[in-house]
């Protein structure tokens, strides 16, 4: 049974600070990871998706890296502002044939003040 | 192009009720998945649907239950309503012909039983 762990559960940081989150699999065999954003009562939101056979993406301030096979991917967020403000989620797709079941983790609750 | 919508976004039933939830995915997207959202369980994978099929099922009981119609919208539907199932329910939808195509959440409804 896939199981997904994110470390630290919460963080606060002063602006303009980089920040490294972490999330952790116990299952290597992953067709793709995903990083979301969720802000407080609303739906998630797609930051960052690598497949399997990627080792890093990138989009604006985020990069996100995987190592599938250690069970670990992380998202480094550089010059961060009160905007980023939210909960991150990661989730690992483990699904079977062509249907695909996302394993989430509990999520870094990341505050960053002025 | 228009996102995923869900609706109603809120809900509000008592326990022994049925309530049906309803999720339309991007244009052109033929997959949808239902997540559950709560703060002791986090997001937990309900069901996915692709083509008015189920292909993917979660650990849930039989109270839960979905389907999909030809247009890829889709609908949850919980039967004899319990307290432990107020939630965040969300749906994702993706091309859904491959397992590693990039989900995309909805809003979400928060449904609360009394």
């Known amino acids: 049974k896939q199981e997904v762990t994110q470390i630290p559960a919460a963080l606060s940081v002063p602006e303009g600070e980089n920040l490294v989150l972490n999330c952790s699999f116990t299952d290597s065999a992953i067709y793709n990871l995903q990083w979301f954003r969720q802000d407080p009562g609303k739906g998630l939101t797609s930051l960052l998706l690598i497949q399997s056979s990627q080792r890093e993406q990138t989009s604006g301030r985020l990069n996100a890296s995987l190592d599938k096979s250690s069970g670990r991917s992380t998202l480094y967020i550089a010059a961060s502002q009160p905007g980023d403000s939210a909960t991150y989620l990661c989730?690992?797709?483990?699904?079977?044939?062509?249907?695909?079941?996302?394993?989430f983790g509990t999520g870094t609750r990341l505050q960053v003040t002025l | 192009k228009a996102g995923v919508t869900q609706t109603p976004r809120y809900l509000i039933k008592t326990r022994g009720q049925q309530v049906t939830l309803s999720c339309s995915p991007i244009?052109?997207?033929?997959?949808v998945s239902w997540y559950q959202q709560t703060p002791g369980q986090g997001l937990q994978f309900l069901f996915e649907y692709f083509s008015e099929t189920q292909r993917n099922k979660g650990n849930f009981p039989g109270r839960f239950s979905g389907r999909q119609f030809s247009n890829s919208r889709s609908e949850m539907n919980v039967s004899t309503l319990e307290l432990g199932d107020s939630a965040l329910y969300l749906c994702?939808?993706?091309?859904?012909?491959?397992?590693?195509?990039?989900?995309?959440f909805g809003p979400g409804t928060r449904l609360t039983v009394l």
């Open positions: 989730a690992v797709n483990s699904g079977t044939g062509t249907a695909s079941k996302l394993t």
């Open positions: 244009s052109g997207h033929r997959s």
């Open positions: 994702a939808s993706s091309l859904g012909w491959e397992t590693y195509n990039e989900q995309f």
